[in-house]
T-cell receptor
């Protein structure tokens, strides 16, 4: 089945620094990837839709200058949290779909802690 | 705003019993429905997808879809302690760029 590899799984960074999270589709081409954030005991909230070769589409309330998304190839999308603050601490998860009729496969998630 | 609603639980079921989870959605033109299982600290895993009215069975899991009533349910037969997790209902809208809207999740506890 489809596999989405996400790295790192955990990261601790200092307030004010930037963190990059990578997601790769290992055995399929993902023209679209989705980035979610999940707070403890809450559901997944879609942050943005990442489209290969074009600008990401951000959900309402998500700052595009703070959460930079790059989807440079059909198998790689990155999310960079810039000038991170403690309130950005969360579980970030990417997702991709192999094709029409297929389910959405999730990466393993990245636990970001900003201290 | 389009919504997907689930009871947060916890839904406590004895081992071997049937766990029944429900999900309602507000967007009448939704076309694809998914159930995911999420263990604490892990990312969601796809259990079932369903696109047409009726039942769809896969092992111990059965998804039921009723588009007229705008609900989708998941039955877990012969529940095992390893089924203890949060179950997320997700809906794909027809004209929403393939993105999913998730419900808040139902926490299931299977007691030995």
């Amino acid at each position: 089945g489809a596999v989405v590899s996400q790295h790192p799984s955990r990261v601790i960074c200092k307030s004010g620094t930037s963190v990059k999270i990578e997601c790769r589709s290992l055995d399929f081409q993902a023209t679209t990837m989705f980035w979610y954030r999940q707070f403890p005991k809450k559901s997944l909230m879609l942050m943005a839709t990442s489209n290969e070769g074009s600008k990401a589409t951000y959900e309402q309330g998500v700052e595009k200058d703070k959460f930079l998304i790059n989807h440079a190839s059909l198998t790689l999308s990155t999310l960079t949290v810039t000038s991170a603050h403690p309130e950005d601490s969360s579980f970030y998860i990417c997702s991709a779909r192999e094709g029409e009729g297929a389910g959405y496969t999730f990466g393993s998630g990245t636990r970001l802690t900003v201290v | 705003q389009k919504e997907v609603e689930q009871n947060s639980g916890p839904l406590s079921v004895p081992e071997g019993a049937i766990a029944s989870l429900n999900c309602t959605y507000s967007d009448r033109v939704s076309q694809s429905f998914f159930w995911y299982r999420q263990y604490s600290g892990k990312s969601p895993e796809l259990i079932m997808s369903i696109y047409s009215n009726g039942d769809k069975e896969d092992g111990r899991f059965t998804a039921q879809l009723n588009k007229a009533s705008q609900y989708v349910s998941l039955l877990i037969r012969d529940s095992q302690p390893s089924d203890s997790a949060t179950y997320l209902c997700a809906v794909k809208e027809r004209a929403a760029g393939n993105k999913l809207t998730f419900g808040g999740g139902t926490r299931v506890l299977v007691k030995p």
